[in-house]
């Protein structure tokens, strides 16, 4: 079996080899900046897109007036063709409007399918530019999904150069069609005020009536809104209702397998240098692993597999090479390797056929060398029945094996045949007790089922905050996410407006870091989509969302602006406010060092020289990179003592060479005292009225 099994992978790795051979350079030759469509078209392209648009604005107007000019039609043709010709004209008009509206649905829907299906396999710039024109074509014949497609690649500069006016007019026309995507655009811009007026009441109503068509990130929006009351009353009941349908809609995607790979890289924190991120595989760091992978490093090779099956690190996801890498790490005698390639057959994908024999085959090979993942596999493979009749017993055997092992999926399937009670007695205990091990490691779906126990109180003491918590995070693995890789490349590649454009319709949705980003980016001042004065105030709106979150850094910058007066005005004493919650909570070396410096001068607080050495010293524990500010610092404090101390030294010595005691006696401060009572005296009696 073992001379099949490698005769069978030698020939499956010489045709995967000899696919990423023919692709690798396409794929690969900007280094991922493919991901983000920023590239302007042709200019006949652009003439194309300029007239679509023009003509979606006159849309109406042209509906409006079609029956007048309809009628002034009938009427030129009965002068010209006289009485005999005029019997049935209006039906026959009205008819031949039908049909002609009915081709050009059926036209527009091709179209559109056509785009969708280019844009879902496009590998280079050129493809997806191409599919852009189609879904352009398809908006021409009144495609209302092309056309939402095509106003949001104008609003975040999806492939064309940004254009929020144009974009604006579009979502105008589209919500009153009805499009609940564009009700929660236009929410999304009143909301920052980018192309449109600043009003939060209005984007209040936007949000609703998207929320209402079926908009899942309308909901997102409200469940946000409602939890932290933001510009409507708190509300934990209605936050858990929105929170709960969007949740149910991202599960559902979850248990096809289609979840969505989120990648949040925090621009704060390396705005130097944003290449190192661990967030985004560099492109360097990824030829060195293909280089360690052909020369055999059997770790790699899983790790690279792994990457390119679920399109991790900022990589395409490309089955072929995840099929590849895999083969290569099985034949040395990888189990995981083994387990992996069991996963891609019982699921199958363009690699591969769905074959469960196949599945089977290299599930057990990984189980018999104890392997959790294939254990694992073997599991699902008796749970659903699949190519062997449904076995609980069996599945809840192979379940167990590969839970105590501390694998998360095994875990989650533990909980739900208990939760379920599937070939098990129910026990919601049981269930709660692997639903919580798994969501320990991120399944989301054990955390998808413990915000369903808490939310319906079901096996634990119902809490609504709680089971929105739950909830939340597994509404933010929505396919919206995927914006966070896009967003990045466009800021790395120098397109502010579109990146910023981005991260705030994330930020909108309550994503903690797209708020900081958000707000980091508002700060540098190099977007051109709000008004300068508006950068500031925004910054800090946002600023104090993330903060709220639990973001640190954003916590600081809170206390920053209030002592600088960025967006408000100076305020040392809400400045030390936020300082101290900083030092506090989440023991910033940076809140330390600002602390020490406000009580070292008396800022908002009353002076404390040596409560501000303290806080100095402690920022120097606590964080390296503060050795030198704070020795600065330090040696600044003691200058000014040792000043201190000369100028006392200087006038007490002075003072004792006057020997005031030899010249006026013992009691020469009885007599000091009398002549500054007598000199009060004089100036208060010459004193001017």
Not at 152 to 173: K, M, P, R, T
Not at 192 to 198: R, S
Not at 504 to 516: C, D, N, R, T
Not at 647 to 672: A, E, R, S
Request: overall charge positive; some cysteine; charged content about 20%.
């Amino acid at each position: 079996m073992e001379q099949s099994y490698s005769q069978e992978a030698d020939i499956l790795m010489k045709k995967t080899s000899a696919y990423i051979e023919d692709t690798e350079a396409e794929k690969h030759h900007k280094k991922h900046k493919e991901r983000n469509i920023t590239k302007q078209l042709s200019i006949k392209d652009k003439k194309i897109l300029s007239e679509i648009l023009e003509r979606r604005k006159l849309l109406k107007t042209i509906n409006q007036k079609g029956n007048v000019l309809g009628n002034r039609k009938i009427q030129s043709k009965e002068k010209k063709k006289e009485t005999q010709d005029t019997i049935f004209p209006q039906t026959s008009n009205n008819s031949l409007k039908r049909q002609m509206k009915r081709n050009q649905t059926v036209e527009g829907d091709r179209l559109f399918k056509l785009g969708t299906r280019m844009l879902h396999q496009s590998k280079n710039q050129k493809q997806k530019e191409e599919a852009y024109l189609i879904f352009a074509k398809a908006a021409d014949k009144g495609n209302l999904k092309a056309m939402e497609n095509m106003a949001d690649a104008l609003l975040f500069g999806d492939f064309h150069a940004q254009n929020i006016s144009a974009a604006v007019v579009l979502y105008e026309f589209l919500a009153s069609e009805g499009s609940h995507k564009a009700q929660n655009a236009l929410g999304f811009l009143s909301s920052y005020g980018i192309g449109m007026e600043h009003n939060q009441a209005k984007a209040l109503v936007y949000y609703t009536f998207g929320s209402a068509g079926g908009s899942m990130m309308s909901q997102m929006i409200l469940g946000y809104r409602y939890l932290s009351g933001i510009s409507v009353l708190q509300n934990c009941e209605t936050a858990l209702f929105h929170y709960k349908n969007v949740a149910n809609y991202i599960a559902d995607k979850l248990k096809k397998n289609e979840g969505v790979p989120v990648e949040k890289v925090t621009l704060a924190e390396r705005p130097e240098n944003l290449n190192s991120n661990n967030e985004i595989l560099d492109w360097d760091v990824y030829q060195y692993y293909k280089f360690l992978a052909e020369r055999g490093d059997i770790q790699i090779q899983v790790s690279l597999g792994q990457l390119h099956l679920t399109g991790r690190k900022g990589l395409e996801q490309d089955f072929y090479k995840a099929l590849y890498y895999f083969l290569k790490a099985a034949k040395a005698g990888s189990a995981n390797a083994m387990a992996f390639l069991g996963k891609m057959y019982l699921e199958g994908n363009p690699a591969v056929p769905q074959n469960n024999a196949t599945a089977f085959k290299y599930f057990s090979m990984a189980a018999n060398k104890g392997n959790a993942i294939g254990l694992h596999g073997l599991g699902l493979i008796y749970f659903h029945g699949k190519g062997v009749p449904v076995d609980y017993d069996e599945a809840l055997k192979f379940f167990q094996k590969a839970a105590e092992k501390g694998w998360p999926n095994a875990q989650f399937q533990l909980g739900f045949m208990y939760y379920s009670g599937s070939g098990v007695w129910k026990d919601y205990k049981l269930a709660f007790k692997y639903f919580y091990l798994a969501s320990q490691s991120g399944q989301p779906l054990a955390i998808y089922y413990l915000a369903e126990m808490y939310a319906t109180g079901t096996g634990v003491l119902r809490s609504c905050r709680t089971a929105v918590e739950l909830y939340r995070g597994v509404c933010e693995l929505g396919h919206w996410a995927e914006k966070f890789l896009t967003a990045y490349f466009a800021y790395k590649d120098g397109d502010i407006n579109s990146s910023l454009a981005q991260y705030a319709l994330l930020a909108e949705m309550g994503y903690e870091v797209a708020q900081s980003n958000s707000a980091f980016i508002l700060e540098s001042k190099k977007a051109t989509i709000l008004k300068k004065d508006q950068m500031h105030p925004m910054a800090l709106l946002l600023w104090h969302r993330a903060a709220v979150q639990g973001n640190a850094f954003a916590r600081i910058k809170i206390g920053d602006y209030h002592y600088y007066g960025y967006g408000t005005k100076k305020d040392y004493k809400t400045a030390v406010t936020h300082y101290s919650i900083a030092v506090d909570k989440y023991h910033s070396a940076q809140a330390m060092f600002n602390l020490a410096y406000m009580y070292e001068n008396g800022l908002g607080i009353p002076k404390d020289i040596h409560l501000a050495k303290r806080l100095y010293d402690l920022a120097a524990e606590t964080s390296p990179d503060a050795h030198i500010p704070v020795s600065l610092a330090l040696l600044k404090l003691e200058m000014m003592y040792l000043l201190k101390d000369v100028v006392f030294y200087n006038l007490h010595m002075k003072w004792k060479q006057l020997k005031l005691d030899v010249t006026l006696g013992p009691y020469w401060d009885i007599f000091i005292i009398g002549a500054i009572v007598v000199l009060l005296m004089l100036l208060l009696r010459n004193r001017p009225d």
